[in-house]
């Protein structure tokens, strides 16, 4: 009897350990389960973070164009304002003798002529012709 009753503990123990490791390999499933859908997760918000980043290289590439454009512009400007004061301003008041200030004298050269048009390419640079001055009243 006594072997019989040691049996049944044995057994019982082994079920018992078993119904444990039942549980815990339950855990480890439901663990595992946990580290994939936060793994998959943290794969989109990697994604999304990615993009953004995209995103703001490309507006940092659009700004860096906008400023290069803006140099540009306040390149000619001052080539623009050079001509002006070194070849038109003196012709207005050679003409004009006195007749316009320099801010009205420049606002109308800026109306009349183009910007940009002071950029010689080589077909002109070989041709040299005289500049037109236009005066509008």
């Known amino acids: 009897m006594k072997n019989f009753i040691k049996k049944v503990i044995t057994y019982l123990c082994y079920i018992f350990k078993g119904k ?6 339950q855990d480890l499933k439901n663990i595992n389960k946990e580290i994939i859908s936060s793994n998959e997760e ?25 400023l290069k454009e803006a140099q540009e512009r306040i ?21 004009n003798k006195g007749f316009m200030d320099k801010k009205i004298a420049y606002d109308t050269f800026l ?27």
């Open 75 to 95: 390149i000619n400007e001052n080539l623009d304002l050079r001509y002006f004061t070194n070849e038109v301003f003196p012709q207005i008041l050679k003409g």
């Open 20 to 25: 444990k490791l039942e549980e815990s390999i």
């Open 111 to 137: 109306k009349v002529v183009k910007r940009g048009s002071f950029k010689e390419n080589k077909s002109e640079i070989n041709k040299k012709q005289p500049s037109k001055i236009v005066v509008v009243k």
């Open 42 to 66: 943290l794969k989109t918000e990697n994604k999304r973070l990615q993009d953004e980043l995209l995103k703001i290289k490309n507006k940092s590439e659009e700004e860096k164009k906008e």
